[in-house]
């Protein structure tokens, strides 16, 4: 790492400069190609007025409140469809007969496209604030009950010898050895269904809701403000940066070990 | 060393496999003394492990009564020491040392004090902190022996614990066995193909027959203790007994493997 390379910069040095530089190009070269008239600006507008609009839409407060609607959403649906699902996903792995029941639910709904069932959810839930958070919900639901499924198969069968041998109660088999051991699997799990989460609250908020990122997005093409389409989709795409990062963040938290395997 | 610990009445273990029943264990009735160091040696695939496990509560009997006297209250009545790597990788050398007294929901003071006593005698006190992955396979076998014994149960039982190791590990572990048994001199109930190991650690040697296991032989070793593992296997009667013992296995092993080349041809 200490070799010096191009302009006496070390090699770390230039390849984080390049790992910046292609972005930043590329935007230079968007730019260029927008005020020359090479592109179409009523598609692809400038980056320059893009972040224009996004400090209009900052300063008059329209962003932030998208914005937190989606998070709240967000959390809400990963609340409710990721908890149930993460003590299911367990509880599937760790007991056969309970696996044998669920599993052809889960194996016949899981390839049903979510948002198909978008319509439903409406009919169901109403154009509140639930169906938006039904659906987020269903998005994360699959990923980690899978997941967390078949990280607890995936425990070697000693650690539940040690735990049986060493008096553990169920519960207690569950909190030292099923969670832990398939806690790696389980945020692979997680990380997935933020993804899906990120899917599926923009198009909920596209069709039934009144505000939200999707719903902004939404809107923007309805009254043609293409820089607005554009600082949604920026804006979703560093929620879903950030999200990945934390869960990762969290990972080198809880599982320390991981890097053993 | 007279009161029974353990005690087998027609004790058996029927797997019913694919191939049909496949007879693990037949029939065996043993007593095992209150603190005897109990060895059992045979060829693989003799039943050792079965009978450990069931012990363990891993396995139940096909057939026979398996009798325990009862702990005291409150301490377990047995915990093993498996064979291979058995530790947690999601816990530290201490939480894994503490496994069996937080199930027990001991007072966190006195699993401090048990825990840190034994990863002294084990010498692991440095390494409270680390992950499995970040030790030795020696340093493994430690924790997971500091496992067994800070749980302080009645009977320990150990599945070829030291298999693993190589050689020079293996004596050291030996030793360090030996020194922390004598604290407590708790019946203990050691499997292992090693003859040198039996002899070396036992008060008594159970000899098993290949497929289906049975018991085979019953040695006394005669050598006093505390025991020194290299200075006993410089004496010229430490030898002798191996060389007898290996005579009564010999024959075992090379039934095993007819028996195995028998099923392959």
């Not at chain 1, 191009?6 to 930043?24: H, I, M, Y």
């Not at chain 1, 604030?129 to 994360?140: F, L």
Request: with cysteine; glycine share 8%; net charge positive.
């Amino acid at each position: 790492m200490k070799k010096s390379g191009t302009f006496g910069l070390s090699q770390d040095t230039v390849e984080r400069l390049l790992n910046f530089a292609s972005p930043v190009i590329l935007l230079l070269i968007w730019e260029l190609c927008a005020r020359f008239g090479v592109i179409d600006v009523r598609f692809f507008p400038a980056p320059s007025k893009i972040f224009t609009q996004f400090m209009v839409m900052v300063e008059n407060g329209q962003l932030w409140k998208h914005f937190w609607a989606s998070m709240q959403r967000l959390f809400w649906g990963f609340l409710f469809g990721g908890v149930p699902a993460l003590a299911l996903g367990v509880a599937m792995g760790l007991s056969r007969p309970l696996r044998m029941l669920v599993e052809p639910l889960v194996s016949a709904t899981y390839p049903v496209p979510k948002s198909a069932i978008l319509p439903l959810v409406l009919l169901i839930f109403g154009l509140g604030e639930s169906s938006k958070i039904v659906m987020v919900g269903i998005g994360i639901f699959f990923p980690i009950v899978i997941n967390a499924m078949a990280g607890v198969l995936e425990i070697q069968k000693i650690y539940f010898d040690v735990s049986k041998n060493f008096g553990a109660s169920r519960w207690q088999v569950f909190r030292t050895v099923a969670l832990p051991g398939a806690m790696p699997l389980i945020l692979t799990g997680v990380k997935l269904g933020i993804g899906m989460g990120l899917v599926l609250i923009s198009i909920a908020e596209m069709v039934g809701a009144k505000s939200g990122l999707g719903f902004m997005m939404w809107n923007a093409w309805e009254i043609l403000s293409v820089e607005t389409m554009y600082v949604g989709l920026i804006v979703i795409a560093v929620l879903g940066i950030i999200f990945s990062q934390i869960v990762t963040e969290i990972e080198r938290m809880i599982v320390p070990w991981r890097n053993a395997r | 060393m007279s009161d029974v610990k353990i005690r087998l009445r027609d004790l058996s273990k029927v797997f019913s496999t694919r191939a049909g029943a496949f007879t693990a264990l037949e029939p065996m009735t043993l007593d095992i003394p209150a603190g005897c160091f109990f060895m059992i040696v045979g060829p693989s695939g003799c039943g050792k492990t079965t009978l450990l496990r069931i012990l363990a509560g891993l396995e139940t009997p096909t057939s026979g009564t398996l009798e325990v006297t009862k702990p005291a209250a409150g301490r377990p009545s047995n915990s093993m020491v498996f064979q291979g790597d058995s530790l947690f990788p999601w816990m530290t050398v201490f939480e894994n040392a503490a496994y069996g007294l937080r199930m027990r929901h001991r007072p966190e003071g006195e699993i401090k004090d048990v825990v840190g006593h034994y990863l002294q005698r084990t010498g692991l006190s440095r390494f409270h902190n680390s992950y499995p992955h970040q030790l030795s396979g020696g340093m493994r076998q430690r924790v997971s022996i500091a496992r067994a014994f800070a749980n302080d149960p009645d009977i320990l039982l150990m599945d070829e614990p030291f298999s693993a190791l190589d050689e020079q590990n293996k004596i050291l572990l030996q030793e360090e066995l030996l020194r922390i048994w004598e604290e407590t001199r708790k019946t203990v109930m050691f499997i292992t193909h090693s003859v040198d190991e039996a002899v070396t650690l036992g008060d008594r040697i159970m000899i098993m027959t290949a497929h289906p296991g049975r018991a085979k032989q019953i040695v006394d070793v005669p050598f006093e203790r505390p025991r020194r593992v290299l200075e006993l296997r410089a004496k010229p009667e430490y030898g002798e007994l191996v060389y007898s013992i290996w005579g009564h296995l010999r024959d075992e092993v090379q039934r095993a493997r007819a028996l195995d080349e028998g099923t392959a041809a």
